[in-house]
Each structure stands twice: as C-alpha cells, then as structure tokens.
C-alpha cells in the first residue's frame, strides 16, 4: 500500500516554471536580440514535457509587477515533491534583473520561492555577470540563500558578458535547452540532474564561446537532485 502511494506520487511529480525574456526594452539603445527567444525556447521544453505549468512573460508583458504576480500565483501551486523554477534572459543588474519596466531584485525572486511548498528550486539566469548574483548574496544576509534549498544556475562568471549568438537563442540557453531536452541525460535513466545538467551547458558554453564565458552552479542543493524527467 504504501509503495503505492510512493509511486503515485513520483508519478505526478510537476514543474512549476516561470519563463522571463526580454529584448524589447523601452527605447532602442539597451534592445538584445534574442533574450524573448530564451525564454519562449525553454517555455516549449516543459510545455513539451507534459508534466509542467509554465508560464512566459516576454518584452511589454514583463513588467515588474506582473513577473512577481506569476511567480506568486505559480509558484505556490507546487508540491513538496515538485520542482519550481525561474528563468530570466535579458539585462542584469548587480542586485537583480531588469524587466521592462524596472529591476526585480534578485531577494524577491528568492522571497517567491521560500513561500513554496517544493523542496526543489531553481533559478537560471542568462544574463551578463550574472555571476554577481554569487557575490551579492554572501554581502547580503536578508538574501536568505544558506537556509534555502535553491539552485542557481548562472550564464556567467561576475565578470563575464553572456553572449547572443548569431542564431535564435544565446550560448547558454542553446547548450540548456539541449542538456534539458535529454542531452545531458548521460546515463539514459531519462532523468537529467543538476550536476548533468551543468557538466553538459558549462562544456559547451566555453567550447563554442572559446573559452569566454563560463557558466557557475550554485547554492546549497543536492548536485543528484532532479531538475526534469521525461
């Protein structure tokens, strides 16, 4: 009886995703290329996966408030044995990321998540230095990191550039995409964990960009901890 249940609910397992792009910004000066396309291209992943509710917010549609209202409304839908996670492609800023209309701070992405009910979080962040977000939160004590089950997977190094491509999508989002779509998925058990995940992006990324960016995993989570299973 009780295996049953142990089954059923590894069965029905869910991933609670909030997908963030912008590359239309106000204005014409800090426009990107493809960071809308990160964005809609990881959203087609756990749309694809069957087992996810995701929700993308792209250029006008990414304000500040209304990115924090999906990430309360999804987020606290999840599970104890559910995965939620953020993604963000666009500009950043040293204490956060900048959405259409202003900065999200890097502490209410973390708020968000510490109102959830799942035991595995993540966020990933395809955006330049953003490896900052490293840096800050040791500064930072109401950051909340060393209490909280969250792993950060961050395009860049703190002083890195995350570069576009001359393709649809960037470095980091291309070798992400792929590592979760099964690339990474190295020992075919048709589960790809955080230390897969980052073994497979991180090689990637500083092949193709020869050796100028790096990608950084971070934060206090099992490195065996399922990020997506297909």
Same mark, same amino acid.
């Given at each position: 009886?009780?295996? @049953?249940?142990? @089954?059923?609910?590894?069965?029905?397992?869910?991933?609670y995703?909030?997908?963030?792009?912008?590359?239309?910004?106000?204005?014409?000066?800090?426009?990107?290329?493809?960071?809308?396309?990160?964005?809609?291209?990881?959203?087609?992943?756990?749309?694809?996966?069957?087992?996810?509710?995701?929700r993308c917010l792209t250029n006008g549609n990414a304000s500040v408030a209304m990115v924090r209202?999906?990430?309360?409304?999804t987020f606290s839908k999840a599970g104890v044995n559910d995965v939620v996670l953020f993604f963000f492609s666009g500009h950043g800023v040293p204490n956060g990321f900048v959405c259409y209309d202003g900065s999200l701070q890097y502490r209410d992405v973390v708020a968000a998540m510490q109102h959830s009910k799942a035991?595995?979080?993540?966020?990933?962040?395809?955006?330049?230095?953003?490896?900052?977000?490293?840096?800050?939160?040791?500064?930072?004590?109401?950051?909340?990191t060393k209490d909280t089950n969250i792993m950060f997977f961050l395009s860049s190094r703190t002083t890195e550039k995350s570069l576009e491509t001359p393709f649809a999508n960037s470095f980091f989002t291309i070798f992400l995409e792929r590592g979760l779509r099964g690339g990474a998925d190295v020992n075919r058990d048709?589960?790809?964990?955080?230390?897969? @995940?980052?073994?497979?992006?991180?090689?990637?990324?500083?092949?193709?960009?020869?050796?100028?960016?790096?990608?950084?995993m971070w934060g206090n989570f099992d490195k065996n901890m399922t990020v997506i299973k297909w």
């Open positions: 009886m009780w295996l @049953l249940i142990l @089954l059923a609910t590894v069965a029905h397992a869910h991933n995703v909030v997908c963030v792009g912008i590359a239309d910004y106000p204005g014409r000066q800090n426009d990107l290329r493809v960071s809308a396309n990160d964005a809609m291209a990881i959203q087609k992943i756990f749309a694809t996966n069957g087992h996810s509710n995701v209202k999906a990430m309360a409304e035991k595995t979080k993540i966020v990933v962040a395809d955006a330049c230095y953003a490896g900052k977000m490293r840096s800050t939160s040791q500064h930072d004590k109401s950051y909340g048709r589960t790809v964990t955080a230390r897969e @995940l980052y073994d497979f992006v991180h090689n990637g990324v500083v092949r193709e960009s020869r050796d100028r960016q790096h990608p950084v």
